[in-house]
């Protein structure tokens, strides 16, 4: 199932994130389109960098980790 991969790669994102004050939270997988939706908490849901955290981090990441994903959005 394409969810529990997703939540397995984030849990290799995640210590990345904390160590910076952030966090991120899976909120939803569209299998079908292979669109994961997060939610950046901490310091990494208010910076200024959080579109390029997400776009160049997160989702290089999971896309590497989980090919089945095509983007990852913040909601």
Do not use: F, W, Y
């Amino acid at each position: 199932m394409l969810k529990d991969k997703v939540r397995k790669a984030l849990e290799n994102i995640r210590p990345h994130l904390q160590a910076d004050g952030g966090d991120i939270e899976l909120i939803d997988v569209d299998e079908a389109q292979g669109l994961v939706k997060v939610s950046l908490r901490g310091a990494c849901g208010c910076c200024p960098h959080a579109a390029l955290t997400l776009k160049g981090g997160v989702e290089r990441m999971l896309k590497k980790d989980v090919p089945e994903v095509k983007e990852v959005v913040a909601v």
